[in-house]
C-alpha cells in the first residue's frame, strides 16, 4: 500500500519560516494537499493541487511537490500557527493521509 | 456555506457494528463534482481514511477496513452513513465525514466536527 511519510516534530521561532516535508514513492506525479489540525478540532484543508490556498488561507502557507517529496512552507510563521499538518494525496481510488507533523512555535 | 454534522451512539460494544450518520446541510449531496468521505482519529494518533462514496451509490474502501465497512447514501435525506462491523477497543476514535471536492482534482474542502466513538463493554 501506498505510504506517505513526515517527520513528527517541526520547531520554529515566530516570524520564521517552517518547512514540513511529506515523502512517497513518485510523490510529484500525484497532487499532494496538506491540513491543519488544532487540538480538538477538525483538519483544515490548507494547500490543494500542490500549492494553491482555499479562499480564506492566509498567503503564508504554500506548497511544493517534485520527485518524491510535497513541502509545506509557512513563511513568517505565527503563535496561531501553531498545530498537527497532514499531507495527503491519492493512490488510485483511495486516501491516503501522512504520518502527521507537530509544529512547535517557540 | 457548506456543513456536514456526524451523529451516532458515542459507546459501542465490543463485537457490535458502528453506526453513523453524516447530514449535509448548505448544498446537495446529489452534485456531480462531489464525492463523500469518512474518516477517524484515534486519541492521539494521525488520520485515517476510511471511505468513500458518490451519491449514485458507487464506493470505495480502505483496503485494510474493507470487510467491516458498509458506506451508504440517502439522498433524500442529504445524508450519507457508515457502518463498521464487529468492532473491538481498537476502533475507539474521532470519527469525521467530509466532502471531497472533485470539480478538478478531487481534495476534502469541507469536514464535520467529528464525533467520538468508544468501544467498551
Known amino acids: 500500500s501506498y505510504e506517505l511519510t513526515q517527520s513528527p516534530s517541526v520547531s520554529v521561532s515566530p516570524g520564521q519560516t517552517a518547512s514540513i516535508t511529506c515523502s512517497g514513492d513518485k510523490l510529484g506525479d500525484k497532487y499532494a494537499c496538506w491540513f491543519q489540525q488544532k487540538p480538538g478540532q477538525s483538519p483544515v484543508l490548507v494547500i490543494y493541487q500542490d500549492s494553491r490556498r482555499p479562499s480564506g488561507i492566509p498567503e503564508r502557507f504554500s506548497g511544493s511537490n517534485s520527485g518524491n517529496t510535497a513541502t509545506l512552507t509557512i513563511t513568517g510563521t505565527q503563535a496561531m500557527d501553531e498545530a498537527d499538518y497532514y499531507c495527503?494525496?491519492?493512490?488510485?481510488?483511495?486516501?491516503?493521509f501522512g504520518t502527521g507533523t507537530k509544529v512547535t512555535v517557540l | 456555506q457548506l456543513q456536514l454534522q456526524e451523529s451516532g451512539p458515542g459507546r459501542v460494544k465490543p463485537s457490535e457494528t458502528l453506526s453513523l450518520t453524516c447530514s449535509v446541510s448548505?448544498?446537495?449531496?446529489?452534485?456531480?463534482?462531489?464525492?463523500w468521505g469518512w474518516i477517524r482519529q484515534p486519541p492521539g494518533k494521525g488520520l485515517e481514511w476510511i471511505g468513500s462514496?458518490?451519491?449514485?451509490?458507487?464506493?470505495y474502501y480502505n483496503p485494510s477496513l474493507k470487510s467491516r465497512v458498509t458506506i451508504s447514501v440517502d439522498t433524500s435525506k442529504n445524508q450519507f452513513s457508515l457502518k463498521l462491523s464487529s468492532v473491538t477497543a481498537a476502533d475507539t476514535a474521532v470519527y469525521f465525514c467530509?466532502?471531497?471536492?472533485?470539480?478538478?482534482?478531487?481534495?476534502?474542502?469541507?469536514w464535520g466536527q467529528g464525533t467520538l466513538v468508544t468501544v467498551s463493554s
Open positions: 462514496l458518490y451519491y449514485s451509490g458507487s464506493t
Open positions: 467530509a466532502r471531497i471536492n472533485c470539480g478538478g482534482d478531487c481534495y476534502l474542502d469541507y
Open positions: 448548505g448544498g446537495s449531496i446529489s452534485s456531480s463534482t462531489d464525492y
Open positions: 495527503q494525496a491519492w493512490d488510485s481510488s483511495t486516501v491516503v
